[in-house]
């Protein structure tokens, strides 16, 4: 982490802090916010409970102020429910340009089932934009490779060049030119054109090229259709992330309540945390290490236990008296080597240091 910084927490009202932000000249790669949803749920912690259009004005202007601080790479991600999502992404598209949205993400919040319910609704979104779509996608970041992912690579021929999968070897013929349509030899003696309407991937030159070095696989017995082997130690970058992020990788809410509950036992329960291994993903993506991350809705201070633990800044604004309960404590105990969220799988071991201060 750059040592002229360190993490800040600061309490107010977020339309104040971000005003002063933005006379500091702040340049935030990654914005995450989670406000209340307006859902008029009674919750300990804070008031989720306006008309409509207050509540849209409120959010809408926060993002505004928060595209005001965004770097030119940089991202705001907005999660929200069914209830105002719609409402809300014709006003995010108002503000940032529909030229600007990135995706709606579908997050897996819950995976037990309401039986009360019409429907038991499992899932929330994430609406992402940038300030400049193009600068964004230049910037951001693939997902690591999963363990389930490179399991889909294997042997079957022990290959010297190790475990691969298939890919087709056609395509659509509409553009094909004239060297992409001829006839393989396969092992077998079959002559083998491509099917109707399509065309090889490879010309022939380059076809003859990748049987020669086994780069083609035949099916077992060399009687199959060729496909083309793409080796596992020859793929580079990672993963391009889905849309629909399941429970498994990003985590629940219930999961979050007890990870948050049991970094102190003085902590009251928190109503609505997100999980780490959400904000992580959020926070992978979009930055690289030592950038800024902000939180204008900081809550119990996932984002920046997060940030923290991520080694990125971070600047986390909460208006309640639970920043001092929640976020302080939690940032604390992330500093002394906290074990719980994603600690194990960013092998966290503690260290660092953040301030907390109460905006005048
Ligand atoms: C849904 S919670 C955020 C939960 C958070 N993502 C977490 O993981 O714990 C929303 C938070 O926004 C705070 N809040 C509401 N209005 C605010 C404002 N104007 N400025 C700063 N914080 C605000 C509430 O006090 C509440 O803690």
Not at 33 to 52: E, G, M, T
Not at 81 to 96: A, P, S, T
Not at 193 to 207: A, F, V
Request: charge should be neutral; aromatic fraction near 8%; include cysteine.
């Amino acid at each position: 982490m750059n040592s002229s910084f360190r993490g800040k927490l600061i309490q107010g009202d977020n339309a104040a802090v971000l005003d002063s932000l933005r006379r500091e000249g702040t340049q935030v790669t990654c914005a995450y916010i989670d406000p209340p949803y307006n859902n008029h749920d009674r919750l300990q912690h804070y008031d989720d409970s306006v008309s409509d259009n207050i509540w849209l004005d409120q959010i809408s202007s926060c993002a505004l102020q928060i595209k005001q601080v965004l770097a030119e790479n940089g991202s705001l991600w907005v999660s929200i429910d069914d209830g105002m999502m719609h409402y809300l992404k014709v006003r995010l598209d108002e503000i940032f340009g529909r030229e600007n949205f990135v995706s709606t993400i579908v997050w897996e919040h819950r995976t037990s089932r309401e039986n009360r319910a019409v429907f038991s609704n499992n899932h929330e979104y994430i609406l992402v934009y940038a300030r400049d779509r193009k600068k964004f996608k230049e910037y951001r970041n693939p997902l690591e490779f999963t363990a389930e992912w490179k399991s889909r690579f294997k042997n079957p021929d022990n290959d010297p060049k190790g475990d691969w999968q298939s890919v087709s070897a056609t395509a659509q013929g509409g553009h094909a030119t004239k060297s992409q349509i001829y006839a393989i030899e396969c092992p077998d003696g079959r002559m083998l054109y491509p099917p109707k309407g399509r065309c090889w991937t490879l010309t022939k030159e380059r076809m003859l090229k990748a049987i020669g070095e086994g780069r083609i696989y035949f099916g077992r017995g060399g009687g199959g259709v060729p496909r083309i082997k793409k080796y596992l130690s020859e793929v580079e970058g990672g993963l391009t992330p889905h849309t629909l992020w399941k429970a498994e990788e990003a985590g629940t809410t219930a999961h979050a309540k007890k990870h948050v509950l049991s970094i102190s036992e003085e902590m009251a329960v928190f109503e609505t945390p997100k999980p780490e291994e959400l904000i992580a993903r959020i926070v992978h993506i979009a930055t690289k290490p030592n950038d800024l991350v902000l939180d204008a809705y900081l809550g119990s201070g996932t984002t920046a236990a997060v940030a923290h633990k991520l080694g990125r800044r971070y600047i986390g604004i909460e208006i309640g008296d639970h920043i001092a309960t929640h976020c302080v404590a939690r940032l604390r105990s992330v500093c002394r080597g906290e074990e719980g969220g994603i600690s194990t799988s960013t092998g966290w071991r503690g260290g660092g240091d953040f301030e907390f201060s109460r905006h005048a």
